[in-house]
């Protein structure tokens, strides 16, 4: 499918005009905060903060360590150096602690062959909850000025679970203004920085989360996902993000929320620092929801068939593939080949060369009973009167408007995508036929290799030059499939390396098992601050 020319002005006048903003965000926006010479936070010094969720919990079980030693490890790390990411946006520190004691009383009084893992597999364990999330007496804002007062009275399904398997969680973190951007910015909280360099973006929208899993200020977090909100952040922040099969795991009491089609979209996923803690949370997210994958089918990693694409195809909306990004990908491959013996089949699928325009077509699109998707700018809004895009960047160009200018620009370009009615209908056909191409490829024993993001951790307010890099992540939340995004190193600057694990739907147990193995392989999560 050929572009029209009416496209490529389209993007050639965005790309004008994003770089023309970025010289004015460059003069309004001040500093951000010194950390002395040294780019990245200081590494933690407690050996507690350094366990896996699954550790952590069994020590806990066995009375090795008391919780309330692990929860205070936890808050002290977040005070040293929550100044300097400006992640945790609301703390519930006494509250937690008053948690942890109660789990230490249970502990102390339940008998030795008593089935706590069974009841509690979290028991004891500190998370964090991207603040898009209702969680009983928090704000749940999402960067929207408008909703500075909204404070949580109840929990969302995700996060009950998660209290009730024993979670403890330690406070909400940042996100972009209603989750629809890859930079964590917004008018309520502020930016939040990455911990390799504070000068670089955590990614979106669940981006606080990446950062507090990455400086070992959590070791489990909440997020969702409808374009790569999951995956981009934990690709910038060298973690691991599962974005699971669509419709696994419930949605329910966060904002805004999926309506329409998007409700086949939008999930919900767990994001943790080691890849063992992917699969019981995801348990515990999805609950009876979990029988429609196999998680309990064993994975021979020998039998998988992989196959491995280097890029998009080469669309005109995105940036070139980093040769760094290339390059480790690269060694995925020769590993995998070498250590496992498989054959690892380099593809190309052409349509994929399309993914920005598919995703927008089919956010867009009407849902199978022609209810139309919600408006961006009716969210922005929140009930009250719908924002006027052009009167909101003629405010925000004299510093007037509540509002972050990608949330602005994404109302512009909302109008735009449904102005071409009958292109809008080829591109949503264009994605159902993608669909079933890669459902075929993929089959029920297939892992595809793909880019987390075509570029490493970019500077802040960089992505208004690149605003659609987040293809290379949405195109999967169209196509409904479960996609792992894996830590690989750090690369020459310092900054988080990773890939993409895509399977067939309800084919989690792939990802997962894949994910472990790499992470063993090239070694994970990597301390900030070491190097």
């Given at each position: 499918m050929a572009l029209s020319r009416a496209e490529r002005c389209l993007a050639l006048l965005l790309r004008l005009l994003s770089r023309a903003c970025l010289a004015l965000l460059a003069l309004l926006t001040p500093p951000p905060p010194r950390a002395g010479p040294a780019r990245a936070v200081p590494p933690p010094r407690r050996a507690l903060l350094l366990l896996p969720a699954r550790r952590l919990a069994q020590?806990?079980?066995?009375?090795?360590?008391?919780?309330?030693?692990?929860?205070?490890?936890?808050?002290?790390?977040?005070?040293?150096?929550?100044?300097?990411?400006?992640?945790?946006?609301?703390?519930?520190?006494?509250?937690?602690?008053?948690?942890?004691?109660?789990?230490?009383?249970?502990?102390s009084e339940a008998p030795?062959?008593?089935?706590?893992?069974?009841?509690?597999?979290?028991?004891?364990?500190?998370?964090?909850?991207?603040?898009?999330?209702?969680?009983?007496?928090?704000?749940?804002?999402s960067g929207l000025v408008n909703r500075r007062n909204v404070i949580a009275t109840s929990d969302a399904t995700v996060v009950s679970r998660l209290k009730q398997a024993g979670a403890i969680p330690l406070g909400v973190t940042n996100c972009s203004e209603l989750c629809m951007w890859y930079e964590s910015s917004n008018k309520v909280y502020g930016r939040t920085n990455n911990p390799y360099d504070l000068q670089r973006i955590v990614g979106g929208s669940s981006g606080g989360e990446g950062s507090v899993l990455a400086a070992a200020c959590s070791v489990i977090g909440v997020g969702s996902d409808i374009g790569g909100s999951i995956r981009m952040p934990a690709f910038f922040n060298?973690?691991?993000?599962?974005?699971?099969?669509?419709?696994?795991?419930?949605?329910?009491?966060?904002?805004?929320?999926?309506?329409?089609?998007?409700?086949?979209?939008?999930?919900?996923?767990?994001?943790?620092?080691?890849?063992?803690?992917?699969?019981?949370?995801?348990?515990?997210?999805?609950?009876?929801?979990?029988?429609?994958?196999?998680?309990n089918e064993k994975v021979s990693l020998e039998k998988i068939k992989f196959h491995c694409m280097d890029h998009d195809g080469g669309s005109i909306f995105v940036s070139p593939v980093d040769k760094e990004i290339?390059?480790?990908?690269?060694?995925?491959?020769?590993?995998?080949?070498?250590?496992?013996?498989?054959?690892?089949?380099?593809?190309?699928?052409?349509?994929?060369?399309?993914?920005f325009q598919i995703w927008s077509a089919m956010m867009s699109s009407k849902d199978s009973d022609g209810q139309e998707a919600q408006r961006f700018t009716d969210l922005l809004g929140d009930h009250g009167k719908p924002v006027w895009p052009l009167w909101e960047l003629m405010k925000w160009l004299v510093g007037m408007s509540s509002h972050t200018l990608p949330a602005i620009a994404l109302g512009l370009t909302e109008k735009l995508v449904n102005l071409n009615v009958s292109g809008k209908a080829k591109l949503v056909s264009m994605g159902k036929s993608l669909q079933e191409e890669m459902e075929a490829l993929l089959g029920p024993d297939g892992v595809l290799l793909y880019p987390s993001h075509p570029t490493i951790a970019p500077k802040h307010h960089s992505p208004i030059c690149m605003p659609f890099n987040f293809a290379y992540t949405a195109i999967f939340n169209v196509l409904g499939l479960p996609v792992t995004q894996c830590p690989l190193g750090l690369g020459s600057e310092?900054?988080?390396?990773?890939?993409?694990?895509?399977?067939?739907a309800y084919n989690d147990h792939l990802t997962l098992a894949v994910a472990r193995y790499l992470e063993k392989a090239f070694g994970g999560w990597v301390v900030p601050g070491e190097v």
């Open positions: 020590l806990l079980r066995a009375r090795q360590v008391a919780c309330v030693e692990v929860v205070e490890a936890y808050v002290e790390r977040i005070k040293e150096v929550n100044p300097l990411i400006n992640a945790v946006v609301k703390d519930r520190f006494e509250e937690a602690l008053q948690e942890a004691r109660q789990v230490d009383k249970l502990l030795a062959d008593d089935c706590l893992e069974e009841k509690f597999p979290l028991l004891g364990v500190p998370i964090t909850v991207k603040e898009a999330f209702s969680l009983y007496g928090m704000p749940n804002t060298g973690v691991f993000g599962h974005k699971p099969t669509t419709g696994v795991v419930p949605n329910d009491g966060q904002f805004p929320n999926a309506q329409g089609v998007r409700t086949s979209y939008l999930c919900t996923g767990p994001m943790c620092r080691y890849a063992e803690d992917l699969e019981p949370v995801l348990r515990v997210m999805a609950g009876p929801g979990v029988s429609k994958l196999k998680l290339l390059q480790v990908q690269k060694k995925v491959v020769e590993h995998l080949e070498t250590d496992l013996g498989v054959r690892v089949q380099h593809v190309t699928i052409h349509k994929m060369k399309y993914s310092g900054l988080p390396l990773g890939i993409q694990l895509v399977a067939a």
